[in-house]
């Protein structure tokens, strides 16, 4: 255990220090123009998974359709997926039907509504950063400070750091379930492949601490702290995409058991509209 807490210490710090010797582009809201930032996009995904986490079971192999997407419209910057699990029955769990998981994330730049710049040092934009996490029979709430980070050779860098909120089926109570630390990237690495392509790597990482409520819920086998990190490497040519990814596992759910700590493999074909 005390080897895995160095390295996710180590890789928090690894993300988080690139932004020491940034580079500042403020966004600066000065001139009372909110909308000058304002875009969307919107992907379709496909991916496979191979040697799946799962808290309740062995490893698995799975299949899911992802809706993707996002906007900027004034001070709301906004992100959501859509994952559809089991798709015509493919995977290990073919027999089930409809199950789902949904990410949103609504944040509120404070610089565009204070009309002010707030940047400082390695922090571009201020934030009150939100999400919400649905899934079958439960549901995440989230809210916190979050910021935009400039880092040279990275095309986008996010944090946020917010106390979480569960609710399960069959309970109208909201608890308690610790504090999270978010991480998202995006950055080109190679920028000339064939067919007039690039090679992106992109990914996230959510480390939970002080989750009572898992151990107060639930007995030996729930822990008070979980760690995921998705790392995907997508070769972009136009509007499509081909992916190869790994995602790094541990306390899945916060449970150390069946198969809560394994590495998962995805390949993904995208469209991005």
């Not at 609710?167 to 690495?189: H, K, M």
């Not at 596992?249 to 394994?262: E, G």
């Amino acid at each position: 255990m005390c080897g895995f807490r160095r390295t996710a210490v180590c890789a928090v710090w690894l993300v988080l220090s690139a932004c020491v010797p940034a580079v500042l582009s403020a966004a600066d809201y000065a001139d009372g123009n909110v909308r000058k930032n304002d875009n969307r996009w919107l992907n379709l995904n496909f991916f496979r998974t191979m040697h799946s986490a799962d808290a309740f079971g062995p490893a698995y192999e799975g299949s899911y359709l992802e809706v993707e997407g996002g906007a900027r419209s004034g001070a709301l910057d906004f992100y959501f997926f859509y994952d559809a699990f089991d798709l015509l029955g493919m995977g290990t769990y073919k027999t089930r039907a409809g199950d789902f998981f949904t990410k949103i994330k609504p944040r509120f730049s404070l610089d565009a509504l204070t009309g002010k710049d707030l940047a400082a040092g390695p922090v571009r934009e201020w934030y009150l950063a939100t999400q919400y996490k649905g899934f079958n029979g439960g549901e995440y709430y989230s809210a916190g400070p979050g910021v935009d980070l400039d880092v040279p050779g990275v095309d986008l860098l996010q944090a946020a750091l917010w106390p979480k909120f569960v609710r399960f089926q069959g309970s109208p109570d909201i608890e308690y379930a610790g504090v999270e630390l978010s991480v998202n990237w995006c950055a080109t690495i190679v920028r000339k492949m064939p067919w007039a392509g690039n090679l992106s790597y992109q990914g996230w990482m959510d480390y939970g601490v002080d989750n009572t409520y898992s151990r107060k819920s639930g007995g030996d086998n729930f822990t008070l702290s979980e760690f995921q990190m998705f790392n995907g490497f997508y070769w972009n040519i136009g509007h499509y995409s081909v992916s190869a990814s790994v995602k790094f596992n541990h306390n899945l759910a916060y449970k150390s058991q069946y198969a809560s700590s394994a590495t998962t493999w995805f390949t993904g074909a995208h469209y991005h509209f």
